[in-house]
């Protein structure tokens, strides 16, 4: 049996510019974080003593002998890409709701890799796990995705990466630990109750930027993005870069229809009246979790005025990316 344990992803500054139909054409960078939170999946192999040969169970069971009737997109795409046929039994386990803006789909197709190729003896580095992930996501079962998902679930901690025609690549973000303990002291993360298909919003997203509808929006993306490297690098205050997330938001939430609704304004106005110095909502848009950044000495309040929201999840970062925490094989 192999076990691991892959972050979810807190993404900061950049979202949006992270699709190659933009990057391609217009060199960007992403600000992206690993929260503690985890996505865990278990693999075994399945000994040959019943009707099946394959065995999945996450949000529903299957039971099946033949890889090309599997219904989860991701599992039948990563069991495809490392020609495994028969004989698996998966599993899946996670903290946090899926189709909730926190990458759950990355952090588990990265996931099931490293326990495939650990299941097959072979170790990958963090670079290529990611890549392999995008490449089953965007190329093997088609779906409308960034790449920032992937390569956070890979590497853990907050990264910054740099995309252009040529690829990309990521270096851990420079921060002393008195400002990532700043920062993270900061973050509340808030679930609005509301799950959604991201991928409905990412090709919306996705289409706009192909038809050239959303090209000065996400220069703005860009521009607001390394301004808010250059503070976070100056370690200024939270106010700041609260400000900055402010702008961010106020951008994303015109880069196509559904992303915001009434609802989730009157959520993020009413934050911002009670104290946060700006946030998001995460991922693609249409519900999931919201971020914000907000006083210590405020939160206690905060959290009780924000009657909107259903649960507050504690936020710490995650330094260290997937893991294989039990391999008996």
Known sequence: MIITKTPYRLSLFGGGTDYPAWY???PSKCLSAAMAHYCYVN??????FFEHNIRLAYSKLEFLNSINDIDHPSIRGCLKYTKITENISVNHDGDLPARSGIGSSS????GLLNALYHLQKESLTKEQLAQKAITVEQDLIGENVGIQDQIMAAHGGIQLISMSSDGWKTEDFPMSSEYKKYLESHIMLGFSGVSRLAEVHAKKNVDNIKE????NLLLEMASSTNEAILM???????????ELLDTAWSIKRNLADG????????????????GAYGGKLMGAGGGGFFMFLVPPTLQEHFKKTMKEIKVWVPFRFDNNGSQVILNNM
């Open 24 to 26: 391609n054409k217009h």
């Open 232 to 242: 976070l690098t100056k370690e200024k205050e939270m106010s700041i870069i609260g």
């Open 107 to 110: 952090s588990f197709t990265v």
């Open 212 to 215: 050239g509808k959303i090209d």
């Open 43 to 48: 693999v075994k192999e399945l000994p040959p």
């Open 259 to 274: 992303v915001t609704q009434k609802w989730i304004d009157n959520i993020y106005y009413s934050a911002i009246e009670n």
